[in-house]
């Protein structure tokens, strides 16, 4: 809907058209909803003290309670003069408060909660992280309740609610046609890139964007577009895979797919009611950390570049996400990595957090690259770090300055926001410094510049018109029908198929199928994370590990006939997960007279890394007194061996007869200890195991094809470098198949199409 204002040109135009007043209201329950003839529609609380003034016989929101239309209140005004009219209204306290990004907030009702009035009255703090919530309704009822609150107070700014990625698929979720859900199910990043089809991703960010804006969430912390060139990342997941022009086009259809909005939907130069900013990680790449170590702890908190490949790294970022093939042309938010790019900075010759670097920020990515929109930390950046292996307190090389410091270090840099931080305090701080270095006037500038950039995302996407809910449209639209299909054909698309020794698949329809029960160990759930699309089976806490079957007998009973023994049966799936070795530090070692610095493994057996570098390429930190963080001659043990005893030992219970493997994979992983007594292999990306039955059944064609390298051993892994993509000897199957980046089977052989040439 394109937004204009239609003048009264003649008397009898606007007898006709009635230049009276163009508007009609409708009480909603949550809020009251203004329709306008050609017209922007509004939506207010009657709660809030927000009264409607006419102008021309059209309807506007007086969020200031001054009695006038302001520019930032016309809706008829571009939205870059909006922006800076209300950022010249406001004082440093309210531009404060608007800089910062919420700590992690559950949504469990639709109240607010006192901590959250606290931080969106006192520190002015309009940006919220939302991560679980009780259901959809709760999450809109909620959102309306915070948008009414907000509206009341000072400019009346709407709340910019914020999501970071919620699709994951629910593994024994059942899905039929006509199914609704929580959410649309689709599989993890990884796994749509394993489609090798980015319009597939694309489709996934049109409908997560619409879902999205149905809960209320406004800006998304995605996507992950780091090329995963370490093997052993535990974030692998989250990406794209390891090759940059895969992970570019896939970035690109990304961003495009959550900002566009199109036809009725569509404001203004493609942004509307259904786009959502995409804050796009992480700059300028996290994805070779030295060793696989991961920057949320200080163990991981150096990334390296040991091939000069940097330019790779920054490729999604530069070739796909500020390149849109949409009307909103880049994306609106960046988020820089933790890690500090080791010796990248020539020019200060600083070793710092990439979001403390003015010459990754200001000068390459501000200066070079040419972006204007939103710079935010990662969570926690400000913060003291208090131990080697503590988790979200990560001021890295800078942990010699205070708070307030750090703070203006960034302001300084080029960044706006501040990730887990609901305190305004350090802001007004680093603002005085600010004062006492460059002045108040340069100061003043600085940050209104910052407080437009944040005000244009807002702006662009209608919510200063009307940011509230109707709940019973929320209820309909998110986990429709059509989108919960849509997810799962993405799933379906994205399982690789690995090997078929003699075409054993697809399996005869009701062949007799044994299935192992498997060991699942104690868990809990990230930081909260386990929300709406989260895995319904998994809840947030599990104590006691326990056995269970990894596939409800009733569903496994709907393709197969299911047999309780090996002897039974004329064929055995296996389903199990990728191997998991740890984080790579261990305090436990230091305890030993150790550096605390492990291997990461890829592998299920006991490693003993006799290959890695005698010295590190990066270290140091105030609580270590060394720089070497070599882990070479160490042992690992793996914290899921026993899902290759599972697999070994249904291999010897059955004999000859055919063995399946179905692994759900999470980063690259070593072969050679299981391929060789598998018939057949699947690979599934955080998908249900529906999914993989239709596969393994027939009723679906595997198409997937592998967005990394499985490396051949260890060896190989520990010799790679961490900065250079698809450099690995990979594994050589029983069937003479190498499992490199691109590889993947349906039921004809191995897949050379169209994608294979295009990407390999």
């Not at 995605?222 to 090759?243: C, H, K, L, M, V």
């Not at 007869?657 to 994979?665: G, L, W």
Request: glycine share 10%; charged share 25%.
């Amino acid at each position: 809907m394109k937004l204009r204002h239609l003048g009264c040109l003649t008397l009898a135009a606007a007898l006709l058209s009635g230049c009276g007043q163009k508007w009609t209201s409708e009480d909603k329950g949550s809020h009251i909803e203004i329709t306008q003839k050609k017209g922007a529609t509004l939506g207010y609380s009657a709660s809030s003290g927000v009264q409607i003034l006419t102008k021309g016989g059209y309807a506007f929101k007086d969020l200031n309670r001054n009695g006038k239309v302001d520019v930032y209140e016309d809706w008829r005004k571009p939205v870059q003069q909006r922006a800076e009219d209300l950022a010249s209204q406001m004082t440093i306290e309210q531009i404060a408060g608007l800089m910062l990004y919420s700590a992690h907030q559950a949504v469990p009702t639709e109240e607010i909660s006192e901590a959250q009035m606290k931080f969106l009255t006192e520190d002015n703090l309009r940006h919220v992280l939302v991560t679980r919530v009780g259901s959809p309704e709760i999450a809109a009822k909620w959102s309306n309740n915070v948008q009414a609150y907000v509206e009341g107070i000072g400019l009346g700014i709407p709340a910019n609610n914020s999501s970071d990625p919620r699709h994951s698929a629910g593994e024994n979720v059942e899905y039929y046609v006509g199914s609704n859900g929580d959410i649309s199910y689709w599989p993890s990043s990884l796994g749509i890139a394993a489609t090798f089809d980015p319009a597939v991703m694309e489709q996934f960010g049109k409908i997560a964007s619409e879902e999205y804006r149905a809960l209320g969430i406004a800006t998304a912390l995605s996507p992950q577009i780091d090329i995963a060139t370490e093997p052993r990342w535990s974030r692998f997941n989250g990406t794209f895979g390891e090759d940059p022009d895969l992970s570019t086009d896939m970035a690109r259809a990304y961003v495009d797919g959550f900002q566009t909005s199109e036809g009725d939907a569509e404001i203004d130069g493609g942004w509307g009611f259904h786009s959502v900013n995409a804050m796009i990680k992480h700059w300028p790449g996290g994805g070779a950390g030295e060793a696989g170590r991961d920057a949320h702890y200080s163990f991981g908190k150096y990334a390296v570049f040991p091939g000069g490949r940097l330019a790779d790294h920054m490729q999604p970022f530069t070739e796909g996400a500020f390149k849109l093939n949409g009307k909103t042309g880049m994306a609106t938010a960046v988020m820089p990595y933790y890690t500090i790019s080791t010796d990248i900075d020539k020019k200060n010759g600083e070793n710092v957090g990439n979001a403390f670097s003015d010459y990754l920020i200001n000068d390459v990515l501000r200066g070079e690259y040419g972006f204007e929109g939103v710079v935010c930390t990662d969570w926690g950046v400000t913060k003291d770090n208090r131990a080697v292996n503590s988790f979200g307190t990560t001021s890295w090389g800078v942990e010699h300055l205070t708070v307030a410091e750090r703070h203006y270090k960034l302001i300084k840099a080029g960044v706006d926001m501040f990730g887990g931080n609901n305190d305004k305090g350090p802001v007004l701080e680093a603002y005085e410094m600010g004062i006492k270095e460059m002045g108040e006037e340069w100061m003043r500038a600085r940050m209104e510049k910052t407080a437009v950039r944040l005000l244009l995302n807002v702006f662009r996407l209608g919510l200063f018109e009307n940011p509230y809910l109707d709940v019973e449209a929320t209820k309909a639209k998110v986990g429709n029908p059509d989108f919960m299909k849509a997810g799962y054909d993405a799933q379906l698309r994205s399982i690789v198929m690995l090997k078929n020794k003699g075409g054993v698949l697809p399996l005869a329809e009701k062949a007799k199928v044994y299935v192992p029960e498997v060991w699942v160990a104690p868990r809990a759930a990230f930081r909260g994370n386990a929300g709406a699309g989260a895995r319904p089976q998994q809840p947030q806490q599990q104590p006691q590990g326990h056995w269970e079957m990894p596939v409800p007998a009733e569903m496994l009973s709907k393709y197969f006939t299911v047999v309780k023994t090996p002897a039974e049966a004329d064929f055995a799936i296996v389903f199990v997960d990728a191997p998991a070795n740890g984080t790579g530090y261990d305090p436990a070692d230091v305890e030993k007279g150790g550096n605390g610095y492990m291997p990461i493994s890829l592998q299920y057996n006991d490693y003993t890394a006799t290959h890695a570098r005698e010295v590190s390429l990066a270290g140091g930190d105030p609580l270590e007194s060394f720089t070497n963080r070599s882990y070479k001659g160490k042992t690992v043990k793996t914290s899921n061996k026993d899902q290759l005893d599972l697999i070994l030992k249904t291999r010897r219970q059955m004999g000859s007869k055919p063995v399946i493997v179905q692994v759900d994979v999470n980063r690259p992983m070593v072969m050679s200890e299981f391929e060789g007594v598998a018939d057949a292999i699947l690979f599934g990306f955080n998908v249900q195991k529906q999914a993989v039955l239709d596969v393994l059944s027939g009723k679906t064609e595997p198409t997937g094809l592998l967005p990394m390298q499985l490396p051949a051993d260890m060896q190989t892994v520990e010799e790679q470098l961490e900065d250079v993509t698809r450099d690995m000897r990979c594994h050589v199957d029983s069937e003479g198949n190498t499992y490199d980046f691109a590889f993947g089977m349906n039921w004809k052989g191995v897949i050379n199409d169209e994608r294979v040439a295009k990407y390999k």
